[in-house]
Structures are given as C-alpha cells and as structure tokens.
C-alpha cells in the first residue's frame, strides 16, 4: 500500500502528453476513461482525504483549470477534490473518507496525519499561461483548456508518508534502501516545443460553473491519439427504474452486444465522458461484436443494500443458465457460492479459496487470506446510483466497494502478516 501520488505525462495533471498521435482503434477511448477513473481512485485514497466535499466552480474554463493546479501547488488535498466536477468529487470523497479510517484502523496511517495535506510530495506551479483563443469549445458543456507556458515542480520524500513505524518495519525490515528523496522540473513551454502539443485539460460546464474533469481529459487524449473529433451528439443518458432492473439490463445488454444501451446504463454524472465520446467509439467499432451463443440467462435473482462508496448495492442471489441445453445454476449462501450442473453440487466458500491462496503461507498468512476472500465473497456487488430519477450502473463505484470490501474483515494483524510475506 503505497502512495499512488500524481505522475507527469498523465492526462489532467500537467505533465508531458503523448509525443505522437497514433492510429491505434477508437476502443482506448473507454480504455483510457476507465484506466484514469481507476488512478484517480487509487490517488485520492492514498492522498488521505477526509470530510465533505468542498465543490467550488469558476467563471470560466480557463480559471477551472488553473485553479486544479494551484490548489495542487499549495498541498490543498480538499481544494483539489473540491476543483472537479461534483460527480467525480464526490466519488473520489465518498470512498477516501471510509478507507482512510480503514486504515488508521488498521494501523497503517498515523492517527495525526492530516486529511487535507499532500503527504510525502510538495508541487509548485509558476506563471501558469494558456492559450485561450485556442480553447477549444466542444458542445455547450465541454471546452478543452490548453496550457502552452509557465514551470510545475515537483519534490517527493519517502520519509515524509503518514504510515506507522509499525507499518514501515514491516514493510522494509532492512530500511526503505536507495534514493528516498525525488525532485523534477517540468518546463511547459519546453515540452510544447518538443511535441508539437499544448496539454490539456478538459473543463466541463455543471449549473454554470466550470471545472476541470479527470475522465473527459483521458477521453479527450484518447479521441486526440486515435485522431478522432469529439462526436457532435452523445449517446442518451436510459437508466433502469431501480436498482435491479439497471443491473438486469446492463446483463442483458453486455450478453447481446449492444454497446450503446451498455453506455447508455452508465452514470450520466459520472460517466458523461464516455456518453459524450460513444458515438466515436460505436462508429470505429463498424460492425457490432457478436452476442454470446449457445448461453441464455433463464434466471437472474438479486438483492440490494446500502452501498459504502455511496449508492445501492446489487448482491447476486441466484443465476441460471442454459448453456446448449444444460441447466447451470450458481446461488449465494453466505460467503460461499454453490454451482449447481448436471445433478451435482460443488460449493466455493471463502474458507477453501483462502485454503488454496494460503499454501506454502504460515498460519497468520493463511488466516489473512480467509479474512481477505470472505470480506470479497459476502460482499461484492454491483453499485448503481440514482441520476434524475432512474437509476445506472457505476463502474467506478463498483470498484471502490470492491476495495472496501477486500479490507472490510481484515485486523491489522492479517495486514502486518500481507506485508511481511511481500517482502
């Protein structure tokens, strides 16, 4: 567990963008929105943010952008969450401030550290200057930013993270080793220069305010390598009427195919970049892939719960399957799931896939996988959330509940153990 802290040359931090334009397929397009939506999780968590969003717009998308950077350049965790867009702040708080607590539970953070400092890394942006005729304007809501000048620094020390001396022994027994300290400087106007690219930061309009947004950067970059134009009109935002039935679609969807009414089920909030963005990648794809054959789902059963990251949970209950003529069914018991084909039954619990993932471990090591698969085999579900009345699936939200459930029946001791057998 490691701090994921920002790189250079990632979309929608400044840095270096791709030197050249490739003519790789349209598919990284959803690629690079997921990738950067995963990073960005992964980010924020290690950046132990806690409390409330503090969501605060600019004038315009110029100000949205700037504002990213300098709130980054003072340390300001909270400001840098507070600068995106509601959607994807709020995502991004919703799941660093249960995690974060998680771990001090743990004992991996300090219980000093503070919530709302940059740990570890100190970033200093100067005479920040952009290209503001050049702005590109998308559609009423989009406009992409282009930074052509100024210097953005950044200092890291290792010794500087919030972990425990617990954690830190257990993790390197014989010391960190090697270099703990990093410094570089990044000219802009330099690396315009150099690729023939001012970078750029997607800024998106929401109730007249702008902000800059992570997921439209990376499709934005995506459509620029794939040397695609942002598509005049997005696919349409056609949720579920309630949790199960935009969990049943999506399945319905993903089995026949249909990648537009899959786009369609996603977070409009959340997801817009890849509402915005679909048509391109649909008209890239030509021909649709084909459905799944010879597979039928006959029986989908769920149940829904409160979600931690935010939202409703689905919880598989009982599937079956017809699969050229032969009846399969998989149901949830507690932390197990039994498949049942041809008159026989085999359950799979958290104790015999721990038992597999423990051979060759000591007994703590074992004991940690077993609290490890059960949190992920009684919990993990499909988060969906409520956007103007019907309801979508979250990927993202998904993902972050995904990595509260991994941690949710661990003790510290199960997490000292990990990470002694790591080393």
């Known amino acids: 567990m490691g701090y994921a802290q920002p790189a250079w040359g990632q979309p929608g931090v400044p840095g270096q963008p791709p030197k050249k334009r490739g003519k790789g397929p349209i598919i990284g397009v959803i690629s690079a929105v997921l990738v950067i939506a995963v990073a960005a999780g992964v980010t924020v968590f290690m950046l132990n943010r806690g409390g409330g969003s503090t969501e605060a717009g600019e004038a315009s998308p110029t100000e949205a952008a700037s504002n990213l950077v300098n709130t980054l350049s003072q340390g300001d965790v909270a400001g ?18 249960k995690s974060t607590e998680r771990l001090k539970e743990l004992g991996v953070y300090k219980q000093d550290a503070d919530p709302n400092k940059l740990h570890g890394a100190a970033v200093e942006a100067k005479d920040l200057k952009y290209d503001e005729k050049g702005a590109e ?17 950044l200092s890291a020390d290792v010794n500087e993270l919030p972990f425990t001396e617990e954690f830190m022994q257990a993790a390197f027994p014989n010391g960190v080793g090697g270099e703990t300290k990093a410094s570089e400087q990044v000219d802009i106007a330099q690396v315009v220069r150099e690729t023939g690219e001012p970078i750029r930061i997607a800024t998106i309009n929401v109730d007249g305010e702008w902000y800059p947004s992570l997921f439209y950067t990376a499709a934005d970059y ?5 040397n695609t134009e942002w598509p005049a009109e997005p696919i349409a935002n056609n949720g579920g009427a309630d949790p199960e039935d935009a969990v049943k679609q999506l399945v319905a969807a993903s089995m026949a195919a249909d990648l537009e009414r899959v786009i369609e089920l996603l977070p409009p909030d959340e997801m817009g970049a890849l509402h915005d963005a679909g048509p391109a990648l649909l008209e890239a794809m030509g021909s649709p892939p084909a459905p ?3 597979v039928e789902i006959t029986t989908l059963e769920t149940e829904v719960t409160d979600a931690e990251s935010g939202g409703k949970k689905v919880l598989l209950s009982k599937l079956e399957l017809a699969i050229e003529g032969q009846t399969m069914t ?6 197990c799931y039994v498949m049942e084909a041809q008159g026989q039954q085999q359950p799979l619990c958290a104790a015999d896939a721990a038992q597999e993932m423990g051979e060759g471990m000591p007994p703590e090591g074992k004991q940690a996988a077993t609290n490890l698969v059960s949190g992920l085999m009684s919990n993990t579900g499909v988060v969906v959330t409520e956007v103007d009345g019907k309801w979508y699936v979250s990927p993202l939200r998904t993902y972050t509940e995904l990595g509260l459930s991994a941690i ?4 510290s001791e199960d997490v000292f153990a990990l990470v002694a057998m790591a080393d």
Do not use: Q, Y
Request: proline share 2%; glycine share 12%; net charge negative.
């Open 80 to 97: 840098v969450l507070g600068s995106l867009t509601p959607a994807e702040s709020a995502l991004l708080v919703d799941f660093n401030a």
């Open 137 to 153: 304007k998308v559609n009423d809501h989009l406009t992409i930013t282009k930074l052509i000048g100024g210097t953005v620094s």
């Open 222 to 226: 995506g459509l620029l390598a794939a």
């Open 292 to 294: 799944a054959e010879g």
């Open 330 to 335: 998989i149901r949830r018991d507690g932390d």
């Open 408 to 411: 949710s029946d661990l003790t």
